[in-house]
């Protein structure tokens, strides 16, 4: 890298940091604020089988050590997570970090992974349209990816699972424990490509790389390029491709991050949509906060990339 | 957020030929799918509200479970509860269509509003609005959800106004954007040179003239977006609930009896589902190309 | 039913119960061990020890895990398990029991087993009973007044005062003292509860993040080594992923079959669909704080209105029983002479119209101008294609005898707020899940009524009252059957509760698991017996 594209490039890192860590803050206190204020008793779920009293139940704030004020209860919170304590589920008695970070990352490969199908797909289609224009192929092709994008995953996860039960006679799940499962690359494979197939974006991101490819060709440093015979394609790599499908990756995660709750529940995929749920229905505060700070930065972990690759490639500054 | 091309150096309305003339037969055929559907969808609104209909949708028959289509005179079959598809098909839409027109109601006045400040005004009311955006953004939109229905109650009107407001830094930049456009092709400076007064500018020059069809576009494409967050939260159970018909909770009512091979009951609203949201999609693209402008090669 | 919001009443810790004979090392009945069993659940565990569990998922790998002084076998008698005998005082006030010498706690890593002592016992109740404990078991033992040791090998309970059938509560769980890290009090937080240390046949090797329990047989259990060499719990979103996984040898054994997927498995040959009654039922209760419930004539209208063989066959494939009281028809209790409401919409409307409803313009009863028009609240969950043909059929039943019902879904707690503690709704559906016990007192009794209590229907009748009492303090198992039938009639009668039906619970489970001898409302009680033939050993 040269020399003068790191000082952007560390700038922009460290403004994004910060950034972040406000973000983080402003989201965990209105999550927090949202979880005070609604019905239901957190620890209710340490109770059910038992028809506990009021004063059993406040007992246990008591016997756990919950501090009574809503804020004093934010602020320990916010003191421990600092220190990197993200507290225990009061569920499971389990720490939330390490919970959350072994769900999360399953989770991050099937969202990453499916990102990845969904760029092998359009980015291909994207290119060849901008480049060769409208073809006989681009239309069909075209066509299908809005199909595919209206389709429903939660439809299309059951439809897959019969196609591989029914024609291929495979169960496509993945059993965590059972030793060597003969083609278990293949059941690994299989949700993340419903999720990067079915997650609603592919033709917009077709569309968009689509859009922003032909603008960059028609500029004129590229006609210069053009003109004197040198190669369009480096010289359109880097503003054509590359920065739009940084932008479209970061901008639509927190979408596919919806989809891939459907897709973990139907594959049995044991990532944060999973917990997220049960814990909004127990009331699990501290697994929700944590839940809630992940699943921030992963979104900001978009942003960063997005930003690193604006710094990397326009030395200049990045422009909106 | 969306985002779409600003076309170099064409400001304003076109003034020679009408729109339909210019543009390419794809996209008019997108549009005219697309025009189909909505259509649709408002005449069936229009008969699920008139309770015109084939059957009472909540009308359960014990005898008759799961029945294919085409038996004893319902058109697309029956669920588990013995209750008319079709009929459930047309009154499903009310799930998503005032709640969708909710969220894009929301999305477009609050995002037109900031955007025109952050992109009229500039400097420390951008930075701030900017700041607003990022925060609205990196909300994890699914947990908020979840909160929300926890929160309150799985009321999807609750749940449209979170979508509603976090689409609003989508719709705030692409506004912003676009004046940032104007002003740099100096066409706001050259408004004011001319004494037009602010308002006038804001709201007749650059709403109307060169904001409106990318906030027609952002209207279908979020109504598409309703319908999905809508069917996939009522699929999910926390969305409408039972007995209320929604096209999502039809589909998870459905697919406990796909792998046993009956594939119809989750079927007909997965295809509702497809083809309506192909049909705001094509109609905001088709729109798009042809009154933002394609370039041609 | 399966997944109705189960309000439990009373969690029997069961242990195992005993063959005839039993030898320390192998069980010598000649046949093989060896063998893995999978099976699949519906949900994760969140706790894995006895006393924080109050999950069934739970509380079915403590049976694998644990055991009790004493066991209650497939006949409902009391038979040994660690204690090999005991003596009750006359005065049926104290209860002494002498352990088996020949126990050990699994082993920790690279560690010595040690033996199971009398120190173990006590120290099992009085973690059970700390303040700080939160434990669903309490309640059970309060009983109780003080437990100590009267030898390495023998410890004595000193009662508050006499109960019936004080036997069978000591059936609870017995934990190791050098187990938890916390020698007073136990919370979720400490080790012990993911990595429990038991005396039971099958030792907890592992458990993988996402809650899949892998358990293995304990050599050294004191009944002689469990033929099954592991036992894995595999948890599953998705019903009817779960299904289709025990079609495809995913896993070999479903806990609890959806009454959707029986006809499939029925049909499949390599299937065995074992059935087991739990002692429990579903009932719609109604709030007879509300005057237009008051009326018992409203709510046997009701009964009568609804159609429960209809909805049982229909629905459930008429597996189950109608009931037509508040017991399980499997229960000492349950009086088999009072029949089941007859499903008659006449009868309905002839009732309603004495108790002075008369139809309204719009075909709703009313009285006084005020419209028969309730809300029936039902809690939303995942997997409730059950719960919604239910409510929305008796929706459907009460129309046609002209009562408008309003169902509404609430998000669980807000549900639970709505019922147990603002009393606010007219109707719910749920179910009990009762022990042997078949103790109604907490659902019926007027003291019961108030916050976070059972009664939450508002029931208030001296008569029953006077009974419930009676039953509890008599200590003849025959009169208090008899006091028990008594109050199964009259119960009926009155229709605090429309009462459904006990649903016959299938479990299924690939032919290779033999012996299967599933108990009757624990599950995995004999588990230590079913073994699997060497040839179909994987």
Sequence with gaps: MRPAAIRPIALALSREMALTALLLLGVSFVVFLILYLSPGDPFSVLLEGQMAGDTARAGIREALGVPKAWYAQYLSWLGNMLKGNFGTSIRTGLPVFGEIVRVGLNTLTLTLGSLLITLCIAVPIALHAAVRGDTALSWPLTMLAYVVSALPVFWLGYLVIYVFIHKFGLFPLISGSSGAQEHAWLYFMVPIAVLGIANGTISEVIRYLRDEMSR??????????????????????????????????????????????????????????????????????????????????FVRLGSLLQSLVYAAVNPRGPQE | MKHYSQVAGEIGAYSDLPFWKKADRGDLAYVAYGLFIVTLVLVSYALGALKLLPYDPQQISIGLLNAPPGRAGHLLGTDFLGRDILSRLIVGIQAYFLPGLLAIAISLSLGTALGVVAGYRGGPADALIAYFNDLV?????????????????PDIYYVMVVVGVTGVPGVASLIAGKIRFLRQKNFIEAASVLGLPAHVIILKHILWYNCRTLLIIQATLGMGEAILIETSLSYLGFGVQEPTPSWGNMVQAGANYFLQGRFWPSTAPALAILFTILGFHLLGDGLNNILEGKRKK | MQRIPVVVLLILAMALAMPAVSWPDSKRDGRPDGGILSYGEYGRPATLDPITSNEMISVRITELVFSGLVAIDEKQEIVPELAERWEASKDGRTYAFFLRKDVTWHPKEGEEARPLTADDVVFTYNIMMHPKTITPLKVRYEFIEKVEKLGDHAVQFTLKRPILNALAKFSFKVIPKHGPSNPLYLTREDPFVQRPIGTGPYILR?????????LVANEKYFRGRPHIDKFIAKPFADQNIMSQALMFNAIDMIVLVNPRDLPEIQGDKRFVLQPYNALSYAFFSYNLRNPLLADKRVRRAFTHAVNREEMLEAFFNKQGTIISGPFAPGSWAYNLDVQPLPFDPQRAIALLNEAGFTPGPDGVMQKDGKKLSLSLKVPIEKESEAVKRVVLAFQNYLKNVGVAVRVEFKEWQAWKADVFLEHNFDIILASWVFDDSADISSLFHSAEIGAWKNNFGGYSNPEVDGLIVESKLTLDHEKRRTINRKLHALLADEAPYTFLWTLTNYSGYHKKVRRVAIHPYKFFSFADEWFVPESEQK
């Design chain 1, 216 to 297: 960059v060709m028609a500029e004129d440093y590229i006609r210069t390029a053009r003109a004197k015979g040198g190669s369009v394609w480096r010289h359109a790599f880097k503003e054509g491709l590359l920065i739009p499908v940084t932008e479209i990756i970061a901008s639509k995660i927190p979408f596919i991050l919806g989809g891939a709750v459907i897709v973990e529940q139907v594959f049995n995929w044991p990532g944060m949509g999973r917990m997220a749920w049960q814990a909004a229905q127990d009331r699990d505060f501290p697994v929700i906060m944590g839940i809630a700070m992940v699943a921030a930065a």
């Design chain 2, 137 to 153: 953004d990196s909300f994890p939109r699914l947990v908020l959800i979840l909160l929300v229905i926890a929160a309150f109650k």
């Design chain 3, 206 to 214: 592992n458990i993988t993040a996402d809650r899949e329990v892998i």
